[in-house]
C-alpha cells in the first residue's frame, strides 16, 4: 500500500471538492439569504484539511495501483459525506444534529434522495442549491471528474475509475486514454443537464428550480427544493420531460457517447441490455396504469401520467414524488419497489443491482434449466451474439450474493433497532439501492426514525454507491497484507 500517494491523491481531491462550496455561496449572496457564513466557514475548513493532508507529500511521484485505487474511493465518499455535512451544521436555517447532517450529505453525493429534512419551501435558496448540487456531483461521481485533471497533475486515474464506475464490466474503456474517457462522460452529463433545465424552464419551473430538478433528474437523486416534490408544479409537461430525462439517465452512458459520436439512435435499440430495460420500463408501466384505472383510484389521464411517472422515478431509483405510491393498492407499491432493486442499466447515474447483472442472472437460470435437460450440451450464455465469460458470470453472482448477504444483515440491525418490518425493510432497500422514498415511517422522510439506523443506513448508501464489492473489500484481511 503506497500510503503517501494515497494522502496525496486524497488531499487534491478534498481540495477539489471544496471548490464546489463557492456556487451556493454566490447563490446566498445573490438571493441575500443569510447563508453565506455557512458555505465561506465550510470552504476554508475543507481547504485547508485538504491542503494539510498533501503538502507533506506532495513531491511523491508514484502511480496508484488498484488496491490504492479501492481504498481512496471508499476513504474518499465517506470523509466526502463528512465534510459535505459542514454547511448542514454551520447554518442556523436547518437546525440538524451531527447524524442528520452527514445522513443528508451522504444521500446526496450518493444520490440517494433520502432527507431528514421537513420544511424545504422555507430554507434559503443557497441550502436547497447546495443539496442539488450535491446530488449532481455524486451523479457523475467526483472522482471520475477528477480523472480528467490528476494526470495533469502527474497522477494516473484508472485506478480510481476502476473502483467508481458502476456495472458488472469494470475494464472497457471509451476512448484509449483514461483521461478523454472522463471528458466524454463529462460532457455527456452536462450536456444532458442543460437540455433537462432548459426543458423544465420552459415548461413553466423558474429558472431557479429548473437547475436543480435538472441537477437531481440527469443524477437520479430525487431531491428537490420543494416538500410536495414534482407534486408542487402542477404540470403534466414538468412530469413528461422528468420521465424521458429519467429514462435517459437511466441508460448506459457509453451508449449515450456512441449515439453522440455516431450520430444514430440505432445503438440503444440494438443494445440488448438497453433492450431490456425498456421492456421493464413498459411493462412496468402497462401493469401500474391499468391497476391504478381499473381500482377507480385516477382517471384514465391521471392514471397513465402519474402512473408511468412513478413507475419510472422508482425503477430508475430516482426517487421523485407526483404521489404516494406506498399508499396504492394491494401489490403496486411492493411491485415498483422490486423494479427499484433491479435499477438502471450498467455505467449510467442509476443505482441498484443493475439491469446487465439481473439479465444475465436470468439467462443463467435459463441455462441451468436446459442443463438439466440435456447434461453434457455446451450452453453458452450471450448477451446479443457474445458469448459471456464464465468469469463475468461468476462475478455477477457474487455480487448478488454479497449484495442479499449485506441486506440481510443490515436489514435485521434495523429491526433490533426497533423499526418495524416493513420501515425497516424499505428503508434499507431504498437506501442500499440509491432510491430514496420507502414505505412505512420513510415514506415521506427519515427525521423520525432512531440514530443508530440512520447511521446503518448511511453505511447502506455508500454500500450502494460503491456497488458492494469496493466497500466491503476493505474489510478482508487479504486486502491489507502485503
Same mark, same amino acid.
Given at each position: ?11 487534491i ?15 446566498s449572496?445573490?438571493?441575500k439569504d ?6 465561506i466557514i ?8 485538504g +491542503? ?21 474511493t ?32 451522504i ?18 435558496q ?7 448540487q ?8 467526483i ?5 480528467a ?13 476502476? &473502483? ?8 472497457s ?11 466524454a ?33 440527469v ?12 407534486? #408542487? #408544479?402542477?404540470?403534466p ?8 430525462? !429519467?429514462?435517459?439517465?437511466?441508460i ?6 456512441? &449515439? ?15 433492450? #431490456? $430495460? ?7 408501466i402497462?401493469?401500474?396504469?391499468s $391497476? ?19 413507475l419510472?422515478?422508482i ?9 404516494d ?15 427499484? +432493486?433491479?435499477?438502471g ?9 443493475k439491469?446487465?447483472?439481473? !439479465? ?20 453458452p450464455?450471450?448477451?446479443?451474439n ?17 449484495y442479499?448477504?449485506?441486506f440481510?444483515?443490515?436489514f435485521?440491525?434495523l429491526?433490533?433497532t ?8 424499505? &428503508? ?5 439501492n ?10 415521506a ?25 469496493t ?12
Open positions: 500500500m503506497h500510503f503517501a500517494i494515497i494522502f496525496r491523491v486524497f488531499g481531491l478534498l481540495m477539489l471538492f471544496s471548490i464546489t462550496l463557492l456556487p451556493p455561496a454566490l447563490v449572496l445573490l438571493y443569510g447563508a453565506i457564513n455557512a458555505f465550510s470552504f476554508i475548513i475543507i481547504l485547508v484539511a +491542503l494539510s493532508i498533501w503538502l507533506p507529500v506532495y513531491n511523491n511521484k508514484q502511480d496508484l495501483r488498484t488496491r490504492d485505487g479501492f481504498l481512496v471508499a476513504l474518499f465518499w465517506a470523509v466526502l459525506g463528512l465534510a459535505g455535512s459542514l454547511p448542514f451544521i454551520l447554518s442556523d436555517s436547518t437546525q440538524l444534529t451531527f447524524v442528520d447532517a452527514v445522513f443528508e450529505s444521500s446526496g453525493l450518493t444520490t440517494t434522495g433520502a432527507t431528514v429534512i421537513v420544511g424545504l419551501d422555507e430554507l434559503p443557497s441550502i436547497l442549491f447546495y443539496r442539488q450535491l446530488q449532481w456531483l455524486g451523479g457523475i461521481g472522482i471520475v471528474i477528477a480523472v485533471i490528476l494526470p495533469m497533475l502527474g497522477i494516473g486515474g484508472m485506478q480510481l475509475y476502476r &473502483a467508481e464506475t458502476p456495472g458488472p464490466v469494470k475494464d474503456k471509451l476512448t484509449p486514454r483514461i483521461t478523454q474517457t472522463a471528458k462522460l463529462f460532457f455527456i452529463y452536462l450536456s444532458l443537464t442543460a437540455a433537462c433545465a432548459l426543458s423544465y424552464w420552459l415548461a413553466g419551473m423558474t429558472l431557479f428550480d429548473a437547475v436543480g430538478h435538472a441537477f437531481s433528474t443524477a437520479i437523486g430525487g431531491f428537490s427544493t420543494h416538500d410536495e416534490s414534482m407534486a #408542487f #408544479f402542477d404540470n409537461t414538468i412530469l413528461i420531460i422528468g420521465i424521458i430525462f !429519467m429514462v435517459l439517465s437511466g448506459n452512458f457509453a451508449l449515450h457517447f456512441v &449515439a453522440w459520436r455516431s450520430r444514430s439512435l440505432l445503438h440503444f435499440f440494438k443494445d440488448p441490455e438497453c433492450k #431490456f $430495460y425498456f421492456w421493464c420500463i413498459f411493462i412496468g402497462v401493469i401500474t396504469v $391497476y391504478l384505472y381499473a381500482t377507480n383510484i385516477y382517471s384514465f389521464e391521471e392514471s397513465f401520467l402519474f402512473g408511468s411517472f412513478e419510472v422515478s425503477l430508475t431509483t430516482t426517487g421523485f414524488g407526483v404521489a405510491y406506498s399508499q396504492w393498492p394491494t401489490f403496486l407499491p411492493f411491485m415498483l419497489f422490486m423494479f427499484a +432493486l433491479m435499477g442499466c450498467g455505467g449510467s447515474t442509476a443505482g441498484g443491482i439491469v446487465m447483472r439481473v !439479465m444475465l442472472i436470468c439467462k443463467q437460470g435459463i441455462r441451468e434449466i436446459y442443463r438439466l435437460i440435456h447434461p453434457n450440451a455446451i450452453i450464455v450471450k448477451v446479443g457474445k458469448p459471456v465469460p464464465d468469469r463475468v458470470i461468476e462475478a455477477v453472482w457474487g455480487f448478488f450474493a454479497a442479499v448477504i449485506s440481510m444483515i443490515m435485521l440491525i429491526l433490533a426497533g423499526l418495524d418490518f416493513l420501515t425497516a425493510f424499505s &428503508a434499507m432497500g431504498a437506501c442500499i440509491n432510491l430514496g422514498p420507502g414505505m412505512g415511517d420513510v415514506a422522510h427519515y427525521g423520525n426514525i432512531n440514530t443508530t439506523a440512520k447511521w446503518v443506513l448511511c453505511f447502506a448508501m455508500l454500500l450502494g454507491r460503491l456497488e458492494v464489492f466497500l466491503l473489500v476493505l474489510l478482508t484481511p487479504a486486502f491489507w497484507r502485503r
